[in-house]
């Protein structure tokens, strides 16, 4: 049945011509399981017909139109054009991580007697004075 049933479905959801009538009339001569299932299909076609968003359709043919008559960019055209629109969407996200880390240095660091720096301190490491420093730098 699965074969016959693959065998109907070029059939369903169009107006057939008089010899796909006929070939689809000999198909379902005397096999009433084959019937149907050929009117279950015609059943299932016509409800979905009926039922189809015409809404949906048109507006993304349209943006694809537009896309595929709009001008074709080549290789590195195309690339810079990536990376601009990438490197603007990131444009403020930076700015508020420069804005973010100058404040953090001008707070922070201004101290001298920090114990250690964010990043030291994550590490796990001592805080580096001057006399650290010139200590090490010295070895």
């Known amino acids: ?3 016959d049933r693959d065998r109907l479905l070029p059939f369903v959801g169009r107006t057939l011509t ?3 009538s006929a ?3 000999r198909m379902l001569a005397g096999r009433p399981a084959l019937r149907a299932e050929w009117e279950r299909l015609r059943a299932l076609s016509s409800t979905l017909q009926a039922h189809r968003a ?4 048109t ?3 349209a ?3 537009d896309r595929l008559r709009a001008p074709q960019e080549t290789g590195a055209e195309g690339l810079a054009t990536a990376l601009q629109t990438l490197f ?3 444009e403020l996200a930076a700015l508020v991580a420069i804005v973010g880390l100058a404040v953090h240095n001008l707070t922070v660091m201004n101290d001298p007697y ?3 720096s964010w990043v030291e301190a994550l590490l796990g490491l001592p805080g580096t004075t001057l006399e650290s420093l010139l200590l090490f730098g010295a070895m």
Do not use: N, T, W, Y
Not at 54 to 57: E, I, N, T, V, Y
């Open 23 to 25: 070939e689809l009339e």
């Open 88 to 90: 603007v969407r990131m």
């Open 54 to 57: 015409d809404g949906f359709a």
């Open 63 to 65: 943006r694809v139109m």
């Open 18 to 20: 008089d010899a796909e």
């Open 59 to 61: 507006p993304i043919r």
């Open 114 to 116: 920090a114990a250690a």
């Open 1 to 3: 049945m699965p074969h």
